[in-house]
């Protein structure tokens, strides 16, 4: 059994919606055990976001400037800007912000995503994958980024339902771009 296989996981968590016209914000928080110059590292390393991020870059984001940005799943990456790179705090990028604050011992790490309305619960069941993980990869247990037809097959659909439900929302169906994005 491979450890996609053995990966379930949990109940959706609290997330944040906030609405302005046809683009909305997705606010996600997870604590980590990890110090913010670790969890740093692995928001901003290449080979580290290949471990857990729904994308791959070209550069480290660990500085401003122009980078190749591509989502699994789709062939060709997007030029995007790193406009904000204040290590180990805040890292800025397209549509997504990054915080991170010390907290416990670890790191209390926010995202804020953009996103279309019609797919906000679709990208909080795809992120709640990849920060579960994140935080594998970051504990020394890597199970191996889990995206696209990968995360279809460990929860994504009921943690979809999930979010959609906590946001007030229907539940969208999953169409044949939907989930290029997270």
């Given amino acids: 059994m491979t450890e996609h296989e053995q990966y379930t996981p ?3 968590r609290v997330a944040e919606v906030r609405k302005e016209g046809e683009k909305w914000t997705l606010i996600l928080v997870r604590e980590l055990r990890q110090s913010p110059e670790k969890v740093w590292q692995a928001l901003t390393d290449p080979a580290q976001l290949r471990e857990w991020a729904p994308f791959d870059v070209d550069r480290s984001l660990g500085a401003v400037g122009t980078v190749q940005l591509t989502w699994a799943g789709t062939p060709k990456p997007i030029e995007t800007t790193v ?3 204040d290590a180990p705090r805040v890292l800025e990028y397209s549509d997504t912000r990054w915080e991170l604050e010390a907290f416990g011992g670890g790191t209390r790490l926010k995202l804020w ?3 279309d309305r019609r797919f ?3 990208g909080a069941a795809g992120w709640h994958i990849s920060f579960d993980v994140l935080e594998r990869f970051l504990a020394g247990q890597p199970i191996g980024r ?3 037809g990968d995360a279809m097959k460990v929860g994504w659909q009921r943690l979809n339902a999930e979010y ?3 946001f007030g929302i229907e539940t969208p169906s999953l169409g044949p771009k939907a989930h290029s994005k997270s």
Wanted: aromatic share 0%.
């Fill in 10 to 12: 949990g109940p959706a």
């Fill in 164 to 166: 959609a439900e906590q």
């Fill in 120 to 122: 906000i619960s679709m």
């Fill in 83 to 85: 406009t904000r790179a």
């Fill in 146 to 148: 889990i995206v696209g």
């Fill in 113 to 115: 995503h953009s996103i």
